[in-house]
């Protein structure tokens, strides 16, 4: 395993080999400690184009490659990765916070995804088509869409990247990737796997903010941005492309959980701990706001609020097996602070934790919280809190709490919790969301598609979707002249 007191220097990665960037550097800390964690350069436009470039020099042969070739090349990068799995985990819990036991399960999916996706890429079918005159077929064939972008948060920063990476290189894409800023060190752990697996220029690497991934989007070169973040970076990145370059965007936001009173009460308590609180709350699919059916409620609120005080919470380092680590940046540590404040002024019950771990500071903890009696216009209920806090309220009626859940913005995640088959189909069928998970909370599998609706975005990752949404479709009609 790597050092982990050694801060890791991060360089621009494009056509195979490692450049310094033009700008100054990223200085990025951990936020468990205030340690410094990495050193990535501050990726300036000529830096971005230099890989841009590369990416599309390196389509001209990549797109022909073989989908068989294609499909041993990710294999092999699996099996780099997955000898690296020690190393990239404690990157990612030096940077982003999360315990390295739960960050190491991070980058096994990742490896799992780069299979998964190695295999769909020899399973991409045209068709033929009938013409309606003798002498003539139509021939519909699919084609990788070109040098793709990859902008990838911070909150699974090697996962994210990941379904990116694998679903666009499957297709016969190149990619051009920019991690987050918070978290660039695991990034260039994983740029060392591609330059031993990958010919030189399929995959890219730009470090950088904000400025860095605008001049990435707007690029001419660019034909497809996949991204992953936030709504209010999401609407800035649909301004900032040209008006012909494809997007997908999983912008996340606020999601529901339902319990009927004939849920497993113990069933959905597990549920909810898990969902609401692993990763310090920071998923886009993470539980925001539970609404009870009124005879369960009471004994509901009891045994969650029970769970969220027997968590343990520490330092993801000296405690690999905690269940929660630091939160990883200030924006969001203190919006949790400022929802639990806001509850509070509304009437609801602050039930378990309700304030960060001042034994734990300088770094960023929070204890994991639970609101009970919570007013629909609680900024938990209505606003993605994106931290260890989730407010719960009671219900009577089941199409109004279809309503109530439906009525915030969002659109990517649901989750229910009933026994009766009526009530399963008429939640499934009447929540706006892309993904319902019913009497479980693991919203996303790699082989289903798995995308948001409304506020949340547009598009798709995992399943055969995550790779068809690199290709475009090319028509050949043939007129060969037989009867």
């Known amino acids: 395993m790597s050092s982990l007191t050694t801060p890791i220097t991060c360089r621009n990665f494009y056509a195979g080999t490692w450049h310094d960037g033009s700008g100054d550097v990223i200085e990025r800390k951990n936020p468990a400690t205030g340690e410094l964690a990495a050193i990535a350069p501050r990726s300036q436009a000529g830096d971005v184009d230099a890989a841009v470039q590369a990416a599309a020099e390196a389509f001209r042969t990549w797109r022909k490659t073989l989908p068989a070739e294609r499909a041993g090349y990710l294999h092999r990068l699996a099996e780099e990765c997955g000898r690296r799995v020690d190393d990239m985990a404690a990157a990612i819990t030096r940077e982003q916070g999360k315990p390295l036991n739960e960050a190491r399960g991070e980058v096994r999916k990742f490896v799992t995804a780069l299979h998964y996706y190695a295999e769909e890429a020899t399973r991409v079918f045209g068709r033929t088509i009938p013409n309606d005159v003798g002498g003539f077929l139509s021939i519909v064939q699919k084609e990788p869409i070109g040098p793709v972008a990859g902008i990838a948060p911070w909150n699974y920063p090697i996962e994210l990247i990941g379904w990116k990476l694998a679903g666009a290189t499957a297709a016969g894409c190149t990619i051009v990737i920019k991690p987050s800023e918070y978290t660039p060190g695991c990034a260039q752990i994983l740029s060392e796997c591609v330059q031993a697996a990958l010919p030189a220029g399929v995959v890219n690497f730009v470090y950088g903010d904000g400025g860095t991934g605008q001049a990435l989007v707007s690029h001419p070169k660019i034909t497809k941005v996949g991204f992953t973040g936030s709504a209010a970076t999401g609407q800035q990145i649909m301004r900032s492309v040209s008006g012909i370059t494809a997007l997908s965007l999983e912008l996340g936001g606020s999601c529901p959980m339902i319990v009927t009173a004939k849920a497993d009460l113990a069933a959905a308590v597990k549920g909810a701990t898990r969902r609401s609180f692993r ?160 009497n479980n909370v693991d919203a996303g599998i790699i082989n289903a598609p798995y995308g948001g609706r409304r506020e949340a975005g547009f598009g798709y990752e995992h399943g055969p979707e995550g790779l068809e949404s690199y290709l475009q479709l090319k028509h050949i009609r043939l007129h060969h002249g037989a009867r």
């Open 279 to 438: 990763n310090a709350g920071q998923i886009c699919i993470a539980i925001n706001r539970i609404y009870v059916e009124q005879p369960v409620y009471d004994e509901f609120v009891s045994e969650l609020a029970a769970a969220a005080d027997a968590l343990v919470v520490a330092d993801g380092i000296k405690d690999p097996d905690a269940d929660v680590g630091s939160m990883t940046i200030d924006e969001t540590f203190q919006r949790t602070l400022d929802h639990i404040a806001d509850a509070r002024k509304r009437g609801a019950s602050v039930v378990a934790g309700g304030d960060r771990i001042d034994e734990l500071a300088p770094g960023l903890f929070v204890r994991p919280t639970v609101v009970a009696d919570t007013p629909d216009d609680a900024l938990v209920m209505s606003e993605e809190t994106f931290g260890p806090l989730v407010g719960v309220a009671p219900f009577t009626d089941l199409d109004d709490v279809i309503a109530r859940a439906n009525g915030v913005p969002g659109g990517l995640a649901a989750y229910v919790y009933t026994q009766d088959t009526r009530e399963t189909f008429a939640l499934a069928s009447d929540l706006d969301f892309g993904n319902v998970a019913v």
